[in-house]
């Protein structure tokens, strides 16, 4: 697998500079998934651009009548002047497009010259299960000294020892090497089913680190309905997809 087999087509030329970037490649619970798309309808972002690739599954997600590729990027400036930018993915990338996944966006936010990259995920804890009433725990991890030292003066708990894989990891890497600001938020998750709460959580920690004020008290009453609709959703996606090799997720982290 190659970077070049995989491409990101800007639909309009926009002045993203500064902007944060939300990455959302489902994990577990679908907490990435779920948090892209409420931001882009809670933030009123409109789609920009698409990732393309030979390898991504054959479909096309409509929505309200509108055709759309299964990752899109959407984009828009909020009232106190933060820019934000979500790629949001309806399918789990195969293992072997993840470093290549990870490579387009770490130079497509590079080019843009974007400030920081945000990937939120889903994890299940050990030992511990989480009710229905019970709020999900979440925790950041950041790629640069300076990050790190945001994320303690926002009283963001730290993630301090475990494994992140996929996308989330292979960009937090790639953020250490390159010095440029990537934070991993991770969300108590349930693991066998779309879990919007954890969603929440992580939109919550997103807000903090962007000073944007999002209202995700709708998520919250409406968290049935939606894990409900993504479960429908991912049943009808799944024979589509079922021939990826997709590998079982680690059972301890995201």
Same mark, same amino acid.
């Given at each position: 697998m190659q970077d070049k087999d995989i491409e990101i087509v800007d639909f309009e030329d926009i002045n993203l500079e500064g902007a944060t970037v939300i990455a959302g490649f489902p994990s577990i619970g679908l907490v990435s998934t779920i948090a892209a798309n409420y931001l882009i309808d809670a933030l009123n972002l409109k789609q920009v651009g698409a990732v393309?690739?030979?390898?991504?599954?054959?479909?096309?997600?409509? =929505? @309200?009548?509108?055709?759309?590729?299964p990752v899109r990027i959407y984009a828009g400036e909020q009232n106190n002047g933060e820019k934000i930018v979500v790629f949001v993915s309806e399918f789990k990338p195969k293992p072997q497009l993840i470093n290549s996944i990870s490579s387009i966006i770490m130079k497509w936010v590079t080019e843009k010259k974007c400030k920081m990259l945000i990937s939120p995920e889903g994890m299940v804890v050990e030992g511990k299960d989480i009710s229905n009433d019970e709020l999900a725990g979440a925790y950041a991890i950041g790629s640069t000294v300076d990050v790190r030292r945001h994320l303690a003066m926002k009283n963001i708990s730290q993630f301090k020892n475990g494994i992140i894989a996929g996308v989330s990891g292979v960009l937090l890497n790639k953020g250490k090497h390159s010095d440029f600001d990537v934070i991993s938020i991770l969300t108590e998750a349930h693991p066998n089913y779309p879990d919007a709460k954890a969603a929440a959580a992580a939109i919550n920690i997103i807000a903090l680190i962007t000073d944007?004020?999002?209202?995700?008290?709708?998520?919250?009453? !409406?968290?049935?309905?939606? !894990?409900?609709?993504?479960?429908?959703? =991912?049943?009808?996606?799944?024979?589509?997809?079922? @021939? @990826?090799?997709?590998?079982?997720?680690?059972?301890m982290y995201g």
């Open positions: 393309n690739s030979p390898h991504f599954p054959a479909l096309s997600v409509v =929505h @309200t009548g509108e055709p759309l590729s944007i004020k999002i209202n995700v008290a709708p998520l919250y009453e !409406e968290s049935e309905r939606i !894990e409900k609709q993504l479960q429908k959703f =991912h049943k009808q996606a799944k024979p589509m997809v079922s @021939t @990826t090799g997709q590998v079982p997720q680690p059972n």
